[in-house]
């Protein structure tokens, strides 16, 4: 069973309009939980690192919220933009193990239209 | 600054045949990374290094050998590429070992095995 579940696993959302993306996580303890932005081609771009004290992080129009107490994630977009068109990919990192014992959703993939 | 580079882009292989995928990176990160991707999971790791001449498995590793004599190089090699090994391949490193070092991704190699 995979230990991070991301919903929805897709959406299509109009320019300028808000959308939030939910990760639901198994891995405990953990040390942090990440948000990665893949574009269509490229390779995961970090967009922000939440320690499991963290409640919350923001990079620019992005806002990620941590809830360790439920395992629940969700990454905030605001006023979106052609550009947000991506996978967004949620990743927990366990205790104890750095990068190498990551676990990884399979993404949410967002189309913004205009 | 060039960061971390994968070739190449594209490869186009026969059941059988030895392939060779190449990263590097020109940050001196201490630890790299080989992962694939599929559709329907995650990212999944192959084989890890923590420095030069250390390396180890990953999740996946069966069919996939790895060396790093420098620091800057990790190739992967698959000794006898199989069709099921059709994926997309990223590398990565990280500054250190530490459970909330960032980590980065080069762009991908795409491979198909006929």
């Known amino acids: 069973k995979n230990q991070v579940e991301q919903s929805p696993q897709s959406l299509i959302i109009l320019e300028g309009k808000n959308c939030t993306l939910q990760?639901?996580?198994?891995?405990?303890?953990?040390?942090?939980l990440r948000w990665y932005k893949q574009d269509t081609g490229r390779g995961p771009v970090s967009l922000t690192i939440m320690t499991f004290s963290e409640n919350t992080k923001s990079n620019g129009r992005y806002t990620a919220t941590l809830d360790a107490d439920t395992k629940q994630s969700s990454l905030h977009i605001t006023a979106s933009q052609l550009s947000d068109s991506a996978s967004y990919i949620c990743?927990?990192?366990?205790?104890?193990?750095?990068?190498?014992?990551?676990?990884f959703g399979k993404g949410n993939q967002v189309v913004v239209i205009p | 600054d060039a960061g971390i580079t994968q070739s190449p882009r594209y490869k186009i292989t026969e059941t059988g045949r030895q392939v060779t995928l190449m990263c590097h990176q020109t940050?001196?990160?201490?630890?790299m990374f080989w992962y694939r991707q599929d559709l329907g999971h995650g990212l999944r790791l192959i084989y890890y290094s923590a420095a030069a001449d250390i390396t180890d498995k990953g999740e996946v590793p069966d069919g996939y050998v790895v060396s790093r004599s420098k620091t800057e190089n990790f190739p992967l090699t698959l000794e006898s590429a199989t069709r099921s090994q059709t994926s997309v391949y990223f590398c990565?490193?990280?500054?250190?070992?530490?459970?909330?070092?960032?980590?980065?991704f080069g762009s991908g190699t795409q491979l198909s095995v006929l």
């Open positions: 940050w001196s990160h201490s630890y």
């Open positions: 990760c639901n996580y198994t891995v405990s303890p953990f040390s942090n």
């Open positions: 990565a490193s990280s500054e250190s070992g530490g459970t909330n070092e960032k980590l980065f």
């Open positions: 990743v927990v990192s366990p205790v104890y193990y750095g990068n190498n014992r990551l676990a």
